[in-house]
């Protein structure tokens, strides 16, 4: 039985940093896709970041260069590294995952779904 429990999110000001991490279970997060979604109060879903099988990270361009995607196959682990938090960044994290080697950013992709996660950041 596949499960994600994400963790990690809280309230910052602005210039902060956060780490999400993505408890995996009922299979191996290395092998796979996995991505992280975002959904802010009165907007769609909308993609983050992805990393799939064979490492392949990709960023919306919204992020790149603040938000870094890792895998701990040890801890069988997704993380979300947010380094210079803007107050655009609040939002409801998502881990998502789907038992392809290969990421799409569209959210039917994904057949599982973390819980979410509250990132807020202040100006």
């Known amino acids: 039985q596949v499960q994600l429990v994400e963790s990690g999110g809280g309230s910052t000001q602005a210039g902060g940093s956060l780490r999400l991490s993505c408890a995996a279970s009922?299979?191996?997060?290395?092998?796979?896709?996995m991505a992280w979604f975002r959904q802010a109060p009165g907007k769609e879903r909308e993609g983050v970041a992805t990393l799939d099988g064979r490492s392949n990270m990709f960023y919306a361009d919204s992020v790149k260069g603040r938000f870094t995607i890792s895998k701990d196959s040890a801890k069988n682990t997704l993380y979300l590294q947010i380094d210079s938090l803007k107050p655009e960044d609040t939002a409801m994290y998502y881990c998502a995952a789907d038992l392809s080697t290969y990421c799409r950013w569209y959210e039917g992709w994904y057949n599982y779904w973390g819980q979410g996660t509250q990132v807020t950041v202040s100006s």
């Open positions: 009922g299979f191996t997060a290395s092998r796979y896709c």
